[in-house]
């Protein structure tokens, strides 16, 4: 069983930056793939970002993309969301994910572990 544990969220300004890290149990198949998604009141969690065991292939969601940046550390078994120019819409509880499949997925269903969540909030 992967324990997946989040940090960095918390209360931003409009324009503002956070760092988000998800620290991994275990460095196995199971986190080939990691990923964020973020779920915010009243709305379905959605995909925001992801990628490989390489780390040479990422996906992001429109809505962040080019402000938004995923990287990985294997050997810590850490994963990172570097969000610039935040804005109120970005204002969600994130959630850190790994697969054990080999290809991008940006799907919840895909996913095998989850974290309990950090929460972001961005004020205007």
């Known amino acids: 069983q992967v324990q997946l544990v989040e940090s960095g969220g918390g209360l931003v300004q409009a324009g503002g930056s956070l760092r988000l890290t998800c620290a991994a149990s275990?460095?196995?198949?199971?986190?080939?793939?990691m990923a964020w998604f973020r779920q915010a009141p009243g709305k379905e969690r959605e995909f925001v970002s992801a990628?490989?065991?390489?780390?040479?292939?990422?996906s992001y969601a429109g809505s962040v993309k080019g402000r938004f940046t995923i990287s990985r550390d294997n050997a810590k078994n850490t994963v990172f969301l570097q969000m610039n120019s935040l804005n109120p819409e970005d204002t969600a509880v994130y959630y850190c994910a790994t697969a054990r499949r080999i290809s991008m997925s940006t799907t919840t269903y895909d996913y095998d572990y989850w974290g309990q969540g950090t929460q972001v909030t961005v004020s205007s």
């Open positions: 990628i490989t065991r390489s780390g040479l292939i990422t």
């Open positions: 275990e460095r196995t198949f199971t986190t080939n793939i």
